[in-house]
């Protein structure tokens, strides 16, 4: 299985929601990351998680939270959101340990009202 | 930190032409190059890729060079096709970073 796994798809949500996005990977990687992207620009990272412990976190507002419950899954828990937080919210999955190839999940295309 | 600067940033070519993609980095400390490509509504996916110890790396129409001494690369892909319409991103990062910096990217549109 060489795939990264994000659910859902598409998701709208109000400035008052919360939400979360999930991100799964079989592959036995040990690092998994969070990209924020905007059309026709390159991946912002948001955050890095290595051996489940969150060892990146690129000042990112607090609305934006994190979560690595084991070394399969990542989440993005949502809250209180800003219309310009919308985005294609990016997993990323590597292997540690000398390979730095990065493996990106479809992606949540996130639109904040 | 790392620093990469990439050109152009949009490039129109005819379908059977060739496209040269540049990037230049700041840290001569970076040894890994990835260049991904994303097609519209998609993932972003690595094509090809090249470490600091090599030159050039070819992979059927597409090719990658590095030149360290000059600290750039490129990607070069020939016989264009529509499909190969998408944009391009070049990276770079060091061993043990395992985080690259990325280019601005470069859309690519292969006309039939």
């Known amino acids: 299985d060489t795939e990264v796994t994000q659910t859902p798809k598409h998701l709208v949500m109000g400035m008052t929601n919360k939400k979360s996005l999930k991100c799964e990977q079989h592959?036995?990687?040990?690092?998994m990351y969070w990209y924020k992207q905007k059309a026709k620009k390159p991946p912002e990272l948001m955050f890095v998680?290595?051996?489940?412990?969150?060892?990146i976190n690129e000042s990112v507002p607090s609305r934006f939270s994190p979560e690595c419950p084991n070394s399969s899954l990542l989440n993005l828990h949502l809250h209180a959101l800003q219309p310009e937080d919308s985005a294609l919210y990016l997993c990323?999955?590597?292997?540690?340990?000398?390979?730095?190839?990065?493996?990106f999940g479809s992606g949540t295309q996130l639109s904040v009202l | 930190g790392e620093n990469v600067e990439q050109h152009p940033s949009t490039l129109s070519v005819q379908e059977g032409d060739s496209a040269v993609i540049k990037c230049t980095y700041s840290?001569?400390?970076?040894?890994?190059f990835p260049w991904y490509k994303q097609e519209l509504g998609k993932r972003p996916q690595l094509i090809i890729d090249?470490?600091?110890?090599?030159g050039e790396k070819k992979d059927q129409r597409i090719a990658v060079t590095l030149n360290k001494t000059a600290k750039h690369f490129s990607l070069h892909i020939t016989e264009t096709q529509p499909e190969d319409s998408a944009v391009y991103f070049c990276a770079a990062s060091k061993g043990g970073s395992y985080i690259p910096t990325f280019g601005r990217g470069t859309s690519l549109i292969v006309h039939p």
């Open positions: 840290d001569s400390a970076s040894n890994y």
């Open positions: 592959m036995g990687h040990r690092a």
């Open positions: 990323a999955s590597s292997q540690q340990g000398g390979d730095e190839k990065l493996f």
């Open positions: 090249i470490r600091s110890n090599v």
């Open positions: 998680y290595s051996y489940e412990k969150l060892s």
